[in-house]
């Protein structure tokens, strides 16, 4: 491994003693992962779930994962050639910006690339992503798939739930215990944002529409002293 520059002192931003705390471990830890992993990779996150995200760090138990203060982590890695913690890695910090991370291997490059452009997890949206697509429940009978199935292999949304639904703004009402619909209602329409009555709603009928990816965005490597952008690389 090459060896790291002279320790600088470093002043993190003001922050309470526990937050500070947690700023001066991830400093700390990041410069560590540094000494000990050939490259490193910024990657972005699209629909954010710790769910998934504790699955990739399980399924890279061998490599580092950092998702935290963006700040700390690009005064971490350097923000100009004179406080870089090794040479020319400062020119990954300036890819720190956003819902971004860090994640340290040992592994090939194109192999984390490769999985990365595969790897997706579908779950439910969540208020303010833009839906993918129109869900409009059929008029009559609502069914608990909301239309999604053929009437013969769904079941009747039970009358209790009727309360639920219309709290979300289905104008739905109950005749002889079923929850009916007038006329076909649109929850959502494809393009638009989403509300939290909408996200519920589609939740509830079993639409998933958020897709949780990890984009890699640049990788610096140890060996070469280089920063590579992952979409200008020849395929």
Known sequence: MPKSK??????????DKKGKELSLKLFADVQEAANNYQ??????????RNSYLKEVRAEFSDCRL???????????????PAD??????SKLSKYLV???????????????????????????????ITATRTFTIPAGTVHSRGGELPVDDDV???HSQEVTVRKWGMPTKLEKGKVILDAP?????E?????SHQTALLKFFGIAMADFKIEMRAYYTASTEQVIEVNTMEE
């Not at 002192?9 to 922050?15: A, C, W």
């Not at 950092?66 to 100009?80: D, E, N, S």
């Not at 209602?185 to 329409?189: E, I, L, S």
């Open 6 to 15: 002279r320790a600088k002192v470093v002043h993190l931003s003001q922050t």
């Open 39 to 48: 490259h490193v990779f910024v990657f972005a996150v699209e629909n954010m």
């Open 66 to 80: 950092f998702f935290g203060k963006t700040k700390v982590m690009a005064k971490a890695l350097g923000l100009t």
């Open 84 to 89: 870089e913690h090794l040479t020319n890695l």
């Open 98 to 128: 956003g819902n971004v991370g860090l994640f340290f291997t040992n592994r090939q490059p194109q192999d984390i690339i490769d999985y990365f452009s595969a790897y997706s997890q579908t779950d439910f949206a969540r208020a303010g």
């Open 156 to 158: 009747p949304l039970p």
């Open 185 to 189: 209602y649109t929850v959502c329409k």
């Open 191 to 195: 393009g638009q944002t989403l509300n």
